[in-house]
């Protein structure tokens, strides 16, 4: 099963403003930086949870419906399912009724109906639309994920001339990994 982002999130979970703050720095020349840095936090925060903390859209591939019905995406939070198709074997689209599938948000699993389309294509002949995120706003995320966010984005800032001399830092300092970790979404 893969995923690829379609709708990335409007918004990111830390301002500029706020991050500069927690930063203590009273300039505006280094915002672009900031900015880059918070995308870029988010972003890591992101891969290593598999947890959206912004509402936002992704594509997930699978071959072939599940035995026990149930699609397990492994993106948190789920939301809801946007859309549904399968592909025929020449590769043609066909749309699913996606009122028909139960997205179940606490097992953050999508339930097949009974009786569903058969994609004629062995690979990647159903792809699901999933919405995933806590939710629109940046206080719709967990503070502990927004706090792991500034610490990142501060590690980031702090250090970036070490990296740029060429010595080693730790990518994901031990307390942000902490934090994060009883949000990361296990994958077998």
């Not at 749309?95 to 294509?121: C, E, K, M, Q």
């Amino acid at each position: 099963m893969s995923a690829v982002l379609l709708i990335a999130p409007a918004v990111e979970p830390l301002s500029v403003a706020n991050a500069k703050a927690f930063l203590r720095v009273a300039h505006d020349d280094d915002d672009t930086v900031i900015a880059s840095l918070i995308a870029a936090a988010r972003g890591q925060i992101e891969a290593q949870t598999r947890c959206a903390l912004i509402t936002q859209t992704w594509r997930v591939t699978c071959d072939a419906w599940p035995a026990d019905r149930r699609i397990r995406p492994r993106l948190a939070p789920l939301r809801s399912l946007a859309a549904a198709r399968v592909f025929d074997a020449s590769g043609a689209p066909r749309l699913l009724d996606a009122g028909a599938f139960a997205v179940d948000t606490a097992a953050g699993a999508i339930v097949v109906p009974l009786a569903p389309a058969l994609p004629g294509r062995a690979a990647g002949g159903i792809e699901l639309d999933l919405v995933c995120g806590f939710g629109e706003a940046a206080s719709d995320v967990p503070e502990l994920l927004r706090h792991a966010l500034r610490t990142l984005v501060a590690h980031w800032y702090d250090n970036r001339g070490l990296v740029a001399i060429g010595q080693s830092i730790a990518m994901m300092p031990a307390s942000v990994a902490a934090m994060i970790a009883a949000y990361r979404v296990r994958s077998l």
